[in-house]
């Protein structure tokens, strides 16, 4: 995976200047990159390989960097507030109420929790296929019901636990019916997914594989309700990427019932619940310009209704405007 040094940026850019082959119709949402900020390094405000993202009940934001193992704080303006160490090559993140932090450090197979100094609050899991134990866990969330959900990739399931660790349940196993996960890759590996999770304000549970280009959704429980998507390159397509490097990565799930999903392919996509897309920056193209990407990854929204991408391989953030047309 090649890595780029680039500028910071702080501009504004109109999207849409890439289109996909046979559907130029607009789309009902506008997305415009109002702000970006990083670039390669390990100083202050600099990101290597970032990957996670989370924001707080203040609009705290929360990076993490695979490679700089370290977890860097911003304000919604880009600016920086402060970083801690955390556990080698940390990707998923999530932050609950009470304003502690959640690290999975993949290659660790745990999940770490930290205040805001950088104590460590507690961890759990090893590597393994148990209750509890993990092999390279992905992304995480934290639903309402104040469960942490985790992508625990090489097993090929979702993991549910208490705040504090304690397991409550786990789904799905190999395969490509509904509720199962990836069947395309070999095993092991952690391509195929479960990749990243979300949960909406309804409670209900939404991952990304990225070997099938699969969105699945699910109740609480973990039952399968729904899914869409493919690794076509056609508009609202995941794929054109190589082989190894297939598909959707991160998804967010807004107060507003929109799907947004990033992709290896250099897209971030935005589709209704049902799977229509209804927004999005398309360009099957690496870019660096704003509105542009490079395998973007995590995605969040702060209370102003912002979107902000982690634009992982041009190691910067992209903050989005988001409005109808």
């Known amino acids: 995976m090649s890595l780029r040094w680039l500028f910071s940026f702080l501009v504004v850019f109109l999207p849409w200047t890439a289109s996909v082959v046979g559907q130029d119709a607009p789309l009902p949402l506008r997305l415009e990159t109002v702000l970006t900020w990083g670039e390669v390094g390990e100083e202050d405000g600099q990101f290597h390989s970032p990957i996670g993202i989370a924001i707080d009940s203040n609009n705290v934001l929360y990076v993490t960097e695979f490679r700089n193992d370290r977890v860097q704080m911003f304000d919604t303006d880009g600016k920086f507030l402060g970083k801690i160490a955390v556990a080698d090559m940390p990707g998923g993140i999530a932050v609950d109420r009470e304003g502690a932090i959640y690290v999975a450090p993949m290659m660790e197979h745990r999940i770490c ?25 992905g992304g995480i969330a934290i639903g309402p019901d104040d469960n942490v959900y985790v992508a625990d990739q090489v097993n090929r399931r979702i993991q549910a636990f208490r705040l504090d660790g304690t397991f409550v349940r786990k789904w799905g196993e190999y395969g490509t019916a509904p509720g199962q996960f990836d069947g395309v890759d070999k095993l092991p590996n952690r391509t195929g997914g479960p990749n990243f999770v979300a949960v909406d304000h309804r409670s209900r549970v939404w991952t990304t594989e990225a070997a099938p280009g699969r969105i699945q959704r699910f109740s609480p429980q973990g039952e399968p309700q729904f899914a869409f998507g493919n690794n076509t390159t056609e508009r609202g397509g995941f794929g054109g990427r190589a082989k190894n490097l297939p598909g959707p990565i991160a998804i967010l799930v807004d107060r507003d019932d929109r799907v947004w999903v990033t992709a290896t392919n250099h897209r971030v996509q935005v589709f209704d619940t049902a799977g229509k897309l209804i927004g999005g920056f398309e360009s099957l193209e690496p870019g660096h310009e704003p509105g542009q990407f490079e395998t973007p990854h995590g995605l969040v929204r702060d209370s102003e209704g912002f979107i902000y991408v982690v634009d992982s391989q041009n190691h910067r953030i992209q903050k989005v405007r988001v409005t109808a047309e």
Not at 121 to 129: C, H, Q, Y
């Open 113 to 137: 929790v930290y205040d805001r100094t950088g104590k460590l609050l507690r961890e759990w899991g090893k590597k393994g296929n148990g209750d509890g134990e993990f092999d390279q866990p």
